[in-house]
Nanobody, 123 residues
Framework: QVQLVESGGGSVQTGGSLRLSCAAS????????VGWFRQAPGKAREGLAG????????RYADSVVGRFTISRDNTKTTFYLQMNSLKPEDTAMYYC????????????????WGQGTQVAVSS
């Protein structure tokens, strides 16, 4: 079991930046991947970024490539999502997740989820 707690959400204007953090309750093994997702009202949860803890490889959804960056700290217990050039369509609840055994952006591949942090981008 692992608990995840997101933080760093808030309200920004178009073009602004936010850095989301995800604190894990314990060290996550190298054979596991972590990911960031979001869900806007009335829409399905969307995978945004994934990180393989073993080799550091990353994967991004087309909607955020070049704007968002997933990273980790050296302890592998805190993960980040740096979000730049934010747009109103980025407004959503953002979640971190882990438990996937390969680099994936699919919701069903992840076992453990945080409660989410809200991001609102105004025009």
């Amino acid at each position: 079991q692992v608990q995840l707690v997101e933080s760093g959400g808030g309200s920004v204007q178009t073009g602004g930046s936010l850095r989301l953090s995800c604190a894990a309750s314990r060290y996550i093994d190298d054979n596991i991947c972590v990911g960031w997702f979001r869900q806007a009202p009335g829409k399905a949860r969307e995978g945004l970024a994934g990180l393989s803890l073993g080799n550091g490889k990353t994967r991004y959804a087309d909607s955020v490539v070049g704007r968002f960056t997933i990273s980790r700290d050296n302890t592998k217990t805190t993960f980040y999502l740096q979000m730049n050039s934010l747009k109103p369509e980025d407004t959503a609840m953002y979640y971190c997740a882990t438990g996937a055994y390969y680099l994936s952006l699919a919701v069903h591949d992840f076992t453990y989820w945080g409660q989410g942090t809200q991001v609102a981008v105004s025009s």
